[in-house]
């Protein structure tokens, strides 16, 4: 499976940007994703994600009540939400995925459970 995160750019304090993940290869729809940052000289950590059906979606404490998570299965797509964006919000964001079996209903926040992972898009939230 590959992975492509698009959507990343240049947003001054207060706006907002929506990433995209696109998910490609065989049977797309047994993953569960998940969105990471890593600010420079910080660990990676995680944002938010999603199971394979959708029916979980779990949001960072740190980020809860800006970002939202959803998916398009028909795009094989999903999408971070980013509102009310901050200068600490700034930093490459990674998503992630894992195949799951459809009764999961947790969603994985540690990025030792990932085996794939797209290339990373830049978010740069001036002040």
């Known amino acids: 499976v590959q992975l492509q995160a698009s959507g990343g750019g240049l947003v001054q304090t207060g706006g907002s940007l929506r990433l995209s993940c696109k998910i490609s290869g065989p049977s797309t729809s047994r993953y569960a994703v998940g969105w990471f940052r890593q600010a420079p000289g910080k660990e990676r950590e995680f944002v938010g994600g999603i199971t394979r059906s959708g029916g979980t979606k779990t949001i960072a404490d740190s980020v809860k009540g800006r970002f939202t998570i959803s998916k398009d299965s028909g795009k094989n797509t999903v999408y971070l939400q980013m509102n009310t964006l901050k200068p600490e919000d700034t930093a490459v964001y990674y998503c992630?995925?894992?195949?799951?079996?459809?009764?999961?209903?947790?969603?994985?926040?540690?990025?030792?459970?990932?085996?794939?992972w797209g290339q990373g898009t830049l978010v740069t939230v001036s002040s």
């Open positions: 992630a995925a894992k195949q799951t079996i459809l009764s999961i209903s947790s969603v994985y926040t540690d990025t030792n459970e990932y085996p794939y």
